[in-house]
């Protein structure tokens, strides 16, 4: 398999698709145009959010397609995008699902105590789908809030319909790997209104606090997702140094958890936890102008700007 990576970009205002092989960014239209100009364009070309319906189908084409690549552009019937392009988030997600205090470290930062895990199941929450938004975008602050937080998460795509899949086959259902900051209104996950004491809508999915990318990867791009180094870098000083190694739920168990309820479908979007090093552990919170780099070993890294909303 040849090494490469999916995103999108804005072309026209509207997002394009494009492959990443090392340092060179290439429409995937074009590619696929120079690469088979006499055949039929498939749909996923231009819309990769329609590719993941289809992943194993549209992931060995793009095998064939990234193989290509060197030669197409030594004989430069393709060339690399603009390095300046305003990059999209690589895909939408159908759902979003997290799972929440998946290491003991930052379980202990939170002063959240877990049962044994013998005696236990994965805690999950759903996030919007519109919180999502690019590398390069802005967070922005709702002044509803005083405590904005911040949380690294390696981001696993699902590539096929699964229902009641065990661990141990899971892998099989993992179409790739993407970097997720899980922005969090601390104040706001909490209530004391009703009998009810956490509210994850509420302090998860504001608009824009779900920053995601660079790219998407796709699975046989990382030898083990559960050896992936975490990092979360706040205006330039590092807070979260983690790695998958550590979650308490593996992310085979994770899927495993999940499609015993319901059906995950290709293009979902599952936030594994993120390590010790957020801010509510030691009474630091966002603010306007604060700058977060996010990244997972053998994705990337997202960056984003605070910017506090005025209403």
């Known amino acids: 398999m040849s090494q490469y990576a999916l995103t999108r970009y804005s072309k026209n205002d509207k997002p394009a ?48 397609l990234a193989a290509k690549v060197p030669g197409l552009a030594s004989q430069e019937k393709i060339t690399p995008l603009p390095d300046d392009i305003k990059l999209a988030t690589p895909f939408t997600p159908v759902t979003i699902f997290g799972t929440a205090s998946n290491y003991h470290e930052h379980a202990e930062e939170m002063q959240t105590v877990l049962a044994a895990k013998a005696d236990s199941a994965p805690y999950v929450f759903m996030k919007a789908t519109s919180s999502i938004i690019a590398t390069q975008e802005e967070v922005v602050m709702p002044p509803e809030t005083s405590k904005l937080d911040w ?13 009641r899949v065990k661990a141990s086959d899971a892998l099989d259902y993992i179409a790739g790997y993407t970097v997720v900051n899980d922005i969090s209104a601390r104040d706001l996950n909490r209530r004391s209104d009703y009998p009810f004491k956490h509210d994850w809508f509420r302090g998860k999915s504001w608009d824009t606090f779900c920053p995601m990318g660079p790219v998407f990867v796709p699975r046989d791009a990382i030898a083990d997702p559960h050896n992936v180094k ?15 190694s550590e979650l308490i739920w593996n992310i085979f168990e994770q899927i495993e958890y999940l499609s015993g309820i319901l059906t995950l479908r ?14 509510k552990g030691i009474g630091l919170f966002l603010k306007a102008g604060d700058k977060l780099e996010a990244s997972a070993e053998g994705v990337g890294s997202i960056v984003n700007t605070v910017r506090a909303e005025v209403i």
């Open 17 to 64: 698709a494009a492959i990443v092989i090392g340092q060179y960014r290439y429409d995937l239209a074009a590619l696929f145009r120079a690469a088979d100009p006499d055949k039929e364009m498939p749909c996923w070309a231009e819309d990769i959010d329609q590719g993941f319906k289809n992943w194993p189908q549209m992931s060995a084409q793009l095998d064939e």
């Open 151 to 163: 949380e690294v998460e390696l981001g696993v795509v699902i590539g096929r319909e699964a229902r």
């Open 230 to 244: 975490l990092g979360l870098w706040l205006n330039g000083k590092q807070m979260q140094d983690g790695n998958t």
């Open 266 to 279: 290709p293009g979902d979007l599952i936030m594994t936890g993120t390590p010790a090093g957020v801010g």
